[in-house]
């Protein structure tokens, strides 16, 4: 193959599947199929009852309507690819096409985890300040939050596009996945990639690294409240406002450490495995979020039988 230089020319990528089972990937996408209209419907209706419902209108709920926002993001944006490969069968994609995909990708993860981490801020004060916790946590408060971790997203995975822009590739590049991710168009280069390594580890660290360290200490202070708390009913009570966004935070940080030890330890492990874990890291948070925020959140849950009902009556 030709060698490729970018800022004349743009090569092509091949996505890729789950390979050696091509001739069951019509079998294969029911259920992805079925897992998109999931999210996307759980995460709509969320929104949709936190917009409709004016008691939901406070801070707890406006940090969860971010949440199923990026989930709603994330989703839509793995979906045309995703389909492509495993429906319609095609895997050529453009390097424009797949620079933005990428960007998009990158971008809902980081907010994904600056919306946990700021979730995480709120149930802190929750407990720990809860006759201030409104005059604390004011719209405007929310606002520039919301304004910080979408303008922090945005800053961060830009440089590491126009990065890629400027490197060399063939005129085919073969990926490890049916969508594109940063370290995987890095391994398609001819040129020398130590700039865009060095700063893709950097944002990982500036973003997702921080936030779980914060998430951590955040809960070191959750827990060192609730045991200061003298009922025991309180105590519990506190810890169940918490179990939901414990559940968010473990189903969005597993499965990205999974792929991560498996990129790290898993070189003899099969290119079906590393397909796998991507796709549960970036399908299974917008699939779980809105189910366990809608069964355990009573408030969620309330709202959402309510409207059946009325709608069924």
Known sequence: MSVFNSSALYPHFLLMGLSGLESRYDLISLPIFLIYATS????????????????????????????????LGLSTTTLPTMFS???????????NACLV???????FSITESAVLLAMAFDRFIAIREP???????????????????????????????????KLQYHDVNILSYPFCLHQDLIKTTVSNRQVSSIYGLMVVICSMGLDSVLLLLSYVLILGTMLSIASKAERVRALNTCISHICAVLTFYTPMIGLSMIHRYGQNASPIVY??????????????NPI???????????????KFKKHKA
Not at 55 to 60: A, E, G, I, R, Y
Not at 101 to 107: E, F, L
Not at 140 to 147: A, K, P, S
């Open 275 to 288: 397909v796998l874990m991507a796709n549960v890291y970036l399908l299974v948070p917008p699939l779980m």
């Open 131 to 165: 006759l201030r916790y409104a005059a604390i946590l004011t719209n405007d408060v929310i606002i520039g939050i919301g304004l910080a971790i979408a303008v922090r997203a945005l800053a961060l995975v830009f440089p590491a596009s126009f990065l890629l822009k």
């Open 101 to 107: 995909q990428m960007y998009c990708i990158h971008v």
């Open 85 to 95: 490969v495993f429906w319609f069968h095609v895997q050529e994609i453009s390097f």
């Open 40 to 71: 996307i419907a759980g995460n709509i209706t969320i929104l949709f009852i936190i917009r409709t419902e004016s008691s939901l209108h406070q801070p707890m709920y406006y940090f969860l309507s971010m949440l199923a926002f990026t989930d």
């Open 292 to 306: 366990v925020y809608s069964v355990k959140t009573k408030q969620i849950r309330d709202r959402i039988l309510k």
